[in-house]
């Protein structure tokens, strides 16, 4: 967190350490995959209620991630209110009606062909608790000061991919929507100019009738995603 005046270098013991031995590295690498792939974003959501502390948990979660100079540049709101989710989904829809007439241009609206998605989005009504996610572009001290903060879209990428995990490791499911612009959100809830809304979250229960596109669960194979520069194997050079 940023602090003004005198900030000195202060080093602590490291708190928490893994101590696993390589064959339980490999394992747990592996059955955090198999988990995540059960994660899937729906767009039908059961009115299910979910109480509010397993969402400040997972939020808290979020909060947990690393961010530039440790300045946690985020803020989450987190709506369950009916009234206020209906304000959300109207302004949103307003704008998705805007883009899908063809403001999204054609190359863009053909990529979503295959997803399924369109103008109405009656889950920001339907799901439990929508969160709004803010990038605060700026931070302010007590005194007015203002100040900068670093890296902050990899910051919050870093700390809303956390979040995501954590709601699915509490069984919940969530969608990721992106209207555009969003800047009728910082109206909405109440949040300053210095802060600029990046998602919302739905989150809640799958419907029992819940779907998902098929090209969703098409990912590119791993070694399309990665490249790896590793010491040779010193076994394998020898004659």
Known sequence: MYKSGDVRYNPLPLPDRADMD????REAAADFLELMKTRHSVREFSNRPVEADVIKDAIATAGTAPSGANHQPWHFVAISDPVMKSRIRAAAEAEEE???AGGGGDEWLKALEPIGTGASK???????????????RYGTTHDGQRYKNYYVPESIGIATGMLITALHMAGLCSLTHTPNPMRFLNGLCARPESEKPVMILAVGHPAQDASVPAVAKIK???DEIMTVFAVADET???D
């Open 22 to 25: 390589d064959a339980e590295m």
């Open 98 to 100: 805007k883009f899908y």
């Open 122 to 136: 009656p889950h920001l009504d339907v799901a439990p608790w929508l969160i709004v996610v803010f990038a605060q």
């Open 220 to 222: 590119k194979p791993t």
């Open 236 to 238: 394998t050079n020898k």
